[in-house]
């Protein structure tokens, strides 16, 4: 094909990508958006099958059928509250693609020359590759509960990360002036090395930080997609893997800020105290006031508390709602909607806050409130919405703890301390729709359950909204 025709071909595939990205800001053209970018993949995945020719088609018409086949099986069972884990699996399989192809290429280097430039980039596709995969699995595993997900610290965490790290770097030497079959035996080492630096830097993530741990797992997943593409010398692969890990890293940046923190923070954690115990010898116990906090004392639920909730919900002209993890563990977002619309019909103003790190995901409970077909409008963004709290006459929490903990602005030396929160304690009367009074993962005590403005209405949140709105349809005002 002509040199120039194949770049025109390739630019365009380029802006249709972006194009398609541009439009996931706008969340009614993100639909489109999505087709869009979709669409660019499948022209660039013709385009290198129509460039490169091959000896077995076959086998990629079997790769494509099956791999295609299980995605759709994939994306057919799993439902809204799976789709953080399904998200993180994803930029496992990116991760595996990368270094197995890394892989594949480091080996022929050996035989046949390459750029000092492609093998580089190949070690660090292999390396990247490895350990997003190994990482993402870990983070797939706890959003999908098959894995604690509380932060676990090994003892001398950070210096076990040093250590594989500067391993890592000694192996990846090693094999650059290996040859077969000394090199395939390095390379596979140095894949076992960068799986388990993945493992051991994911395992100390909690659940509270899964939004930042994926979003950084994106971008990882870009870079090492990037630099395969370096070395296989694919100019969309270059492209396509490098917005990837510029968007996610952007992603990252703003889940950091948006819980007040620098990423190494994240990613170091709150370490213990005090002298480990004999039997921690191997597992560092958890941080005071992280895993081991005691529930708040909360005033417990009753049909007194619900005909409070009813009323106040009755009474009060501007409402805001806010939806949390529980919320999607309870899948009530379409009882929250409905909930919603029917405050509407009744003449009040309803809008939904939208905490930037609420769920397990970035844009969790956005997703989720889509799925119910609310009104994106209604949705409004903390730094938004914050101002406007001491004006409401209704806060609606549904299964949110830590997002709307005031202990963040009040209390020193906690995991949150510091974090921004939506603002609920500031309204006139807040109810509480969650299962338990138990802190959220940041296991901080919520004095917002303790609050003499605060109804809570303990219970799976589906029910508990149901019985509200059942309530205002009766009329028990």
């Not at 290996?178 to 395992?203: D, E, K, Q």
């Not at 990613?267 to 115990?277: N, R």
Request: proline share 5%; glycine share 10%.
């Amino acid at each position: 094909m002509n040199t120039w025709l194949s770049l025109l071909i390739d630019l365009l595939i380029i802006c249709l990508f972006l194009g398609g990205i541009s439009l996931f800001y706008r969340p009614k053209e993100a639909r489109t958006g999505n087709l869009m970018a979709a669409g660019a993949i499948s022209a660039a995945f013709l385009a290198v099958l129509l460039r490169n020719p091959f000896q077995e088609p076959l086998i990629i018409i079997i790769a494509v059928a099956l791999g295609a086949g299980a995605g759709w099986l994939v994306a057919r069972a799993v439902n809204m509250i799976q789709i953080p884990a399904m998200v993180a699996f994803q930029h496992g399989a990116g991760g595996i693609a990368a270094f197995l192809i890394s892989y594949v290429e480091l080996t022929r280097a050996a035989s046949v020359p390459t750029q000092v430039v492609g093998e580089v980039s190949g070690f660090l596709g292999l390396i990247l590759g490895a350990a997003t995969f190994s990482g993402s699995m870990v983070a797939s595993g706890k959003l999908a509960n098959y894995l604690n997900q509380k932060p676990i610290n090994l003892r001398g965490h950070s210096l076990w990360l040093l250590g594989l790290a500067l391993v890592i770097v000694l192996v990846a030497l090693i094999t650059v002036l290996s040859g077969n079959p000394a090199r395939t035996y390095l390379l596979i080492a140095l894949i076992g090395l960068s799986i388990v630096l993945g493992v051991v830097f994911s395992i100390r993530i909690g659940g509270a930080d899964m939004p930042i741990l994926i979003s950084f797992l994106n971008a990882t997943a870009g870079l090492a997609a990037a630099f395969c593409g370096i070395i296989i010398q694919n100019r969309l692969l270059v492209a396509c893997g490098a917005t990837v890990a510029a968007s996610g890293s952007i992603l990252t940046h703003i889940m950091c800020k948006a819980i007040n923190r620098g990423l190494t923070k994240v990613f170091v954690g709150i370490q213990p105290q005090g002298k480990p115990k004999p039997q921690d010898l191997f597992f560092e116990p958890p941080a005071e006031g992280e895993v081991q906090a005691q529930p708040a004392k909360t005033k417990p639920s009753s049909e007194d508390g619900f005909s409070r909730a009813v009323r106040a919900a009755g009474e009060a002209a501007k409402v805001i709602i806010i939806p949390g993890y529980g919320m999607a563990l309870a899948q009530a977002q379409f009882k929250v909607v409905e909930l919603a619309q029917k405050l509407e019909s009744m003449g009040k103003d309803v809008r939904f806050a939208i905490h930037p790190v609420a769920g397990r995901m970035p844009g969790h409970m956005n997703v989720l409130l889509a799925e119910a077909e609310v009104d994106y409008e209604k949705l409004v963004e903390m730094d938004d919405i914050n101002p406007e709290f001491k004006e409401v006459d209704l806060a609606l929490v549904v299964g949110a703890c830590d997002v709307v903990n005031p202990a963040a602005i009040d209390s020193e030396g906690t995991p949150i301390s510091g974090m921004p929160v939506l603002m609920a304690h500031e309204a006139k009367t807040v109810v509480v729709c969650n299962l338990d009074e138990k802190p959220g993962y940041s296991g901080v005590e919520n004095p917002l359950y303790k609050m003499d403005k605060t109804v809570t209405l303990f219970g799976d949140a589906g029910a508990t909204v149901e019985k509200l709105l059942a309530g205002l349809q009766a009329g028990e005002i």
